[in-house]
């Protein structure tokens, strides 16, 4: 069974730093794309980065691009992001999502991040 | 990248058929028959539903369907049954990124 558990969230400044991590299980890491999607609350879906299986490419969405970095670790199942300079905008919840082709087609649970003073 | 264009809301009674739009442009949803739909329930996660415009991943009951003309794509609902109630967000590959659609909160 795929399971992906994400870690790491909670309450920051603006301008701080956060780091959310993705444990996951139930299928071959190293072979799957890992994305980042996120929610604000009430609002809809957004995507926000995505890392090859190899680590070694990794995309971002243009609200994100230069504050956020996602990155992976193979040997323990893991895509992390890190996030840097955050916004008010960036409160949302989190989700880690397994890429699949074109689409996501697992979800974790979602962890909130909340960027206030 | 502007979020997809999905109507804020449609509703039906159990047994009626719904469908919902998602209008991009030829830089994403015409560009590409990689769109997706993905249903979520409150404070659930995403779920996917529809995938490369047409495909029903295992499990997903045949009622839901999606089609595509142009740059717009359709989620249809058919026999609607009340476990349907939900949000609903189409979502397409746009070259180097992914847009989402602005969300339909389907009632029943």
């Known amino acids: 069974e795929v399971q992906l558990l994400e870690s790491g969230g909670g309450l920051v400044q603006p301008g701080g730093s956060l780091r959310l991590s993705c444990a996951a299980s139930?299928?071959?890491?190293?072979?799957?794309?890992m994305s980042w999607v996120r929610q604000a609350p009430g609002k809809g879906l957004e995507w926000v980065s995505a890392?090859?299986?190899?680590?070694?490419?990794?995309y971002y969405a243009d609200s994100v691009k230069g504050r956020f970095t996602m990155s992976r670790d193979n040997s323990k199942n893991t895509v992390y992001l890190q996030m840097n300079s955050l916004r008010a905008d960036d409160t949302a919840v989190y989700y880690c999502?397994?890429?699949?082709?074109?689409?996501?087609?697992?979800w974790g649970q979602g962890i909130l991040i909340t960027v206030s003073s | 990248q502007s979020a997809l264009t999905q109507p804020r809301s449609v509703s039906g009674s159990p047994g009626q058929s719904v469908t919902i739009s998602c209008t991009g442009t030829?830089?994403?949803?015409?560009?590409?028959?990689?769109v997706s739909w993905y249903q979520q329930h409150p404070d659930k996660a995403p779920k996917l539903m529809i995938y490369?415009?047409?495909k029903r991943p295992s499990g997903v009951p045949d009622r839901f369907s999606g089609s595509k003309s142009g740059n717009t794509a359709s989620l249809t609902i058919s026999g609607l049954q009340a476990e349907d109630e939900a949000d609903y967000y189409c979502?397409?590959?746009?070259?180097?990124?992914?847009?989402f659609g602005s969300g339909t909160k389907v009632t029943v």
């Open positions: 979502c397409s590959y746009a070259g180097d990124s992914y847009v």
């Open positions: 030829s830089s994403d949803v015409g560009g590409y028959n990689y």
């Open positions: 490369d415009v047409t």
């Open positions: 139930g299928f071959t890491f190293s072979s799957h794309v």
């Open positions: 890392i090859t299986g190899s680590g070694g490419n990794a």
């Open positions: 999502a397994r890429f699949y082709s074109y689409y996501f087609d697992y």
